[in-house]
């Protein structure tokens, strides 16, 4: 579970955002994942997500559903990759996670009213909390139409969410394959789930993920590594540049972490043909 939201930094103008948005579309990079906090509390969302489509980035976005139900209509012609919508639990657990009574409800209201405007996937990330349910979750996907992305948490500073213990990510990753092979609507690759049961290894490549802080900031060389501290503003140093220059030696044998937003990136990179055909053709290899 991400601890973004704890941050205190103020949102940015508008026209900081879409400077931002064009840094990242000069800098090489095809898409881009709209994180919070929560984006749906911005007033200028649409006039965002529409400059990045117009840049053009493949454009998606990251929300906790609550808001979703209602804003849906007005957000929808801006996203041409995924909404991801996130659900850690069935509605007592992830409400109990959440903190806020009722928000299960109407983040799956939210993914009902979406799923037939934009390519919808929950996102999920197992925990101690909630491995017990994690099969029960895919099967929920299933069920509204939808896909579904896991992680396993790390444990970041300031937050309370804990990775389940070793044997029973173990256990869980063999469940997920096995739904995999079955059709369940699994977006993750096997070789995704053999590296968080510890029987693949894999080489991390942060350098194919560009994160942005809300103040503009860069995060180098990753939200992990870094406790989601950032570091060169994109506003004095431009993002090639900023790369280029970093000193990625220190994270050549660095497995801190088995998100799947570096983890998958990072074995298509390194030639990991079954990942490829999972992302590229959509093959359960």
């Known amino acids: 579970m991400c601890p973004f939201w704890k ?24 898409g881009i994942a709209f994180e919070g906090g929560e984006p749906l509390l911005r007033n200028d969302l649409v006039e965002i997500l529409a400059f990045s489509r117009s840049l053009p980035l493949h454009t998606s976005l990251v929300t906790n559903g609550t808001l979703l139900e209602s804003r849906i209509d007005e957000i929808a012609p801006y996203i041409n990759g995924a909404l991801y ?5 069935l509605e007592k657990t992830h409400d109990t996670i959440r903190g806020v009574s009722g928000c299960f409800r109407k983040a799956v209201r939210g993914i009902m009213a979406a799923r037939e405007k934009v390519s919808v996937t929950i996102n999920t990330t197992i ?11 895919v099967k929920l996907a299933k069920e509204l139409d ?9 444990k970041y500073c300031n937050t309370k969410a804990y990775a389940p213990a ?8 063999g469940k997920l394959v096995e739904m995999k092979k079955k059709g369940y609507p699994l977006v993750n690759s096997i070789s995704y789930f053999k590296v968080i049961a510890k029987e693949k ?16 900031n860069l995060v180098l060389p990753c939200y992990v590594r870094n406790d989601y501290a950032t570091s060169v503003s994109v506003f004095e140093t431009d993002i090639k540049t900023a790369i280029s220059g970093f000193d990625w030696k220190e994270t050549q044998n660095c497995q801190n ?8 990136p990072s074995l298509v990179l390194s030639w990991d043909f079954r990942t490829y055909l999972n992302w590229a053709f959509k093959l359960k290899v």
Do not use: F
């Open 201 to 216: 290894k894999w080489t991390c490549k942060p350098w194919a993920v560009v994160n942005v802080g809300p103040e503009g």
């Open 7 to 30: 941050r205190s930094s103020k949102d940015l103008s508008t026209e900081r955002e879409k400077a931002i948005l064009r840094q990242i579309y000069d800098s090489g990079a095809c």
């Open 146 to 154: 939808t896909k579904i992305s896991v992680a396993v948490a790390h």
């Open 127 to 137: 925990m101690a909390e909630n491995i017990h349910e994690i099969e029960d979750l």
């Open 257 to 264: 972490c088995s998100l799947h937003c570096y983890v998958e």
């Open 166 to 173: 070793g044997h029973e990510i173990r256990e869980a990753a």
């Open 85 to 89: 919508v996130s659900l850690d639990g």
